[in-house]
């Protein structure tokens, strides 16, 4: 029995905790987190504390006991056939039991099997921690779909829109988790050309260097119907046409051919009703063959409108098809406004889209949603400050329906246009050391590094505007 008079005077403070762990010799225990909390793990793992403060002269104590452990919930909806989720957390800290204060041990992670309630959820006890350390490739969760790992990193913010920084102790964290229906079967050993592009017959892909490099290459035909425009200058000789830093005004020609093409039906009312004010857009195929005649008018057109200085290609088709002025490079005088299109797309719209952070999931998700919903692709690869823009015109997948090769053309290969115009490269998303991937392509020299490759630092893509048309059209 415990005695008020045992402890002196002043105040006392009287702490408890649950289950019992200690016959209270010592103040602190070291817990261990039981690893499979499907049964009566979890349980085990979880403890309540409780703790009052009784002033001289009191003799009663209330003990509001709480858990000091944290709850992290997993709610699951969409098709969750086959599917197998660990929680990944610190599993070793020292508890003060008389403070209720918990030290947890900095680098002893483990996997954690889940206790799944009778609506579905899941649930484990952790201990309460800073939420970082889960945002790393290694993730919060180890999700197994089919029989291939995932790992999902513990999000920004909760879906009640709350930021989510620690795992705070008696607190309860959820979330959660929507499985979409397996794309991979969808993209898997697939390969998808942009719309309206012919896939060629496979034998028509030659390797024109076999001593020097493993690439495929394949010769440009018009019946493909995809483009290929070319700098004449890309070397920027002395006394030469000044074209040497316009890549992303090549590949914003390429997407404009393209773009022309496939929306013909309309561009030919339009032309018709004579508001048409552009260059001709006939791709000059004969040129294309030429040292020194520029195959695509609406390049020069750029030309004629632009220093010879970096840019963007979304920056080159939204000033050509919305008039919206980039701010680099410079403009020549008088300024071409271009917006040759203008008046059939509501103010504010542009068809021309900018992405950076060109991770792999970024890089599959881009181009797979631009195939999937007819949109034309360019690209800067290198450094990001010395990046050269070229255009994508379709791409191979893995049996994991990831990108592993795409086809692309390059405005500085006008020597080369009569032995290939499109170029099979093979993707590769090398581990950054602050953890992610990123995205390259690799030079296909025999003999290469496994580590060499350059980087893809943004994508860029141009729609149709279809909905747009209609709506001009009055369809």
Known sequence: MLRRSDFGTGNLII????????????????????????????????????????????????FPFEHIMHRL?????????????????????????????????????????????????????IFPQPVSPYRTEEGLLKITKDGKDSYYKAPEKLDNGITLTEFEKGKETTIKLVFKEDETSEWANKTVWVYGIKE??????????????????????????????NKINPTDIEGGIQDAYMCWAASASNLLHWWITMNKEYIDRYIESGKYKGPDYTYNSENAFTDNKQESQIFQ????????????IDDGTNWFIHGK???????????????????????????????????????NKTIKDALLNNKAIGFNAGNVKSSHAMTIWGAEFDENGDISYIYYVDN?????VRYFGCIRVKIVYPKMPE??????????????PEDSYKPINRLFTLELGTEYWKKYFNE
């Open 301 to 312: 057109d750029f030309l004629n409108s632009f220093e010879n200085e970096a840019g963007n």
């Open 73 to 125: 919930k997993i709610e699951t909806s969409g098709n969750t056939e086959n599917v197998s989720i660990l929680v990944r957390s610190k599993s070793n800290g020292n508890i003060n039991l008389q403070t209720g204060e918990i030290q947890v041990n900095s680098n002893d992670f483990q996997f954690i099997t889940p206790k799944k309630n009778n609506d579905g959820s899941l649930e484990a006890i």
């Open 412 to 416: 500085n290969d006008r020597s080369d």
């Open 15 to 62: 702490s408890a905790h649950y289950p019992a762990i200690s016959d209270g010799a010592s103040t602190e225990y070291n817990l261990q987190i039981n690893t499979d909390q499907s049964q009566s793990g979890e349980n085990k793992s979880d403890i309540l504390f409780a703790k009052d403060t009784i002033a001289e002269g009191e003799y009663d104590a209330y």
């Open 435 to 448: 953890g992610g991937n990123t995205t390259g392509y690799k030079y296909g020299y025999i003999g290469e």
């Open 200 to 229: 060629p017959d496979p034998n028509d892909w030659k390797q024109v260097y076999p001593t020097t490099n493993i690439t495929y290459y394949l010769l440009w035909k018009k019946e493909y119907g995809w483009f290929d425009v």
């Open 325 to 363: 002025l980039p701010t680099l490079p410079p403009m020549t005088y008088p300024i071409n406004n271009a917006g040759y299109f203008k008046d059939v797309f509501p103010e504010g719209v542009r068809l021309g889209k900018n992405i950076a952070g060109i991770g792999k999931e970024t890089f």
